[in-house]
């Protein structure tokens, strides 16, 4: 019976983990190098006092960022997206940031904030394919966990009942 609950338990992780179908998205990923060379160009043009090359440092380094494998990263270029798009008057690079902001938030499993990101980027740029896409991928992957939340807790209440009847036939 142990046994029997470690594998229930076991795949229901590896669902909700995504281990069973692989990656946990389909979005390109950077490596630590990437991130690195991206820091290194920043801290140049930081160091030249170039703000319009800051700024596309600062645009390279986020996007390489959102992208990591590693949450911190990810956490760190959804930041640097935020503080920066405040100050932006123009529409490619708000829809840019908001598009960015919106695969940050998705790596990172906040999928209401990300969908909130990808319908604003839309009203600026309602004809963005990239932004569509993701805008699908969001609203199946908020599905997906509905579909999950229930699904656990049908298997809950299925295992209490069958505890609680366990007990009632040996008592």
Same mark, same amino acid.
């Given at each position: 019976?142990?046994?029997? +609950?470690?594998?229930?338990?076991?795949?229901?992780?590896?669902?909700? @983990?995504?281990?069973?179908?692989?990656?946990?998205?389909?979005?390109?990923?950077?490596?630590?190098?990437? +991130?690195?060379?991206?820091?290194?160009?920043?801290?140049?043009?930081?160091?030249?006092?170039?703000?319009?090359?800051?700024? *596309?440092?600062?645009?390279?380094?986020?996007?390489?960022?959102?992208?990591?494998?590693?949450?911190?990263? +990810?956490?760190?270029?959804?930041?640097?997206?935020?503080?920066?798009?405040?100050?932006?008057?123009?529409?490619?690079?708000?829809? *840019?940031?908001? #598009?960015?902001?919106?695969?940050? #938030? #998705?790596?990172?499993?906040? #999928? @209401?904030?990300?969908?909130?990101?990808?319908?604003?980027?839309?009203?600026?740029?309602?004809?963005?394919?990239?932004?569509?896409?993701?805008?699908?991928?969001?609203?199946?992957?908020?599905?997906?966990?509905?579909?999950?939340?229930?699904?656990?807790?049908?298997?809950?209440?299925?295992?209490?009942?069958?505890?609680?009847?366990?007990?009632?036939?040996?008592?």
């Amino acid at each position: 019976m142990d046994a029997a +609950i470690g594998k229930v338990f076991g795949s229901v992780s590896d669902f909700l @983990s995504g281990a069973a179908s692989g990656s946990s998205d389909e979005f390109p990923l950077c490596d630590t190098d990437i +991130i690195s060379g991206c820091e290194k160009e920043l801290a140049e043009a930081q160091k030249a006092q170039d703000e319009g090359r800051t700024k *596309e440092c600062i645009m390279r380094l986020s996007w390489a960022l959102v992208h990591s494998k590693m949450p911190g990263d +990810i956490q760190r270029g959804v930041a640097m997206i935020e503080a920066s798009v405040v100050n932006d008057t123009s529409a490619m690079k708000l829809r *840019e940031k908001l #598009y960015l902001l919106a695969v940050g #938030y #998705y790596r990172s499993g906040d #999928y @209401s904030r990300s969908r909130d990101c990808i319908e604003r980027c839309l009203e600026v740029e309602p004809e963005s394919g990239q932004a569509q896409t993701l805008k699908k991928a969001i609203e199946d992957r908020i599905v997906k966990d509905g579909v999950i939340g229930v699904g656990i807790a049908v298997t809950a209440v299925g295992l209490v009942a069958g505890i609680a009847a366990a007990f009632i036939r040996s008592g």
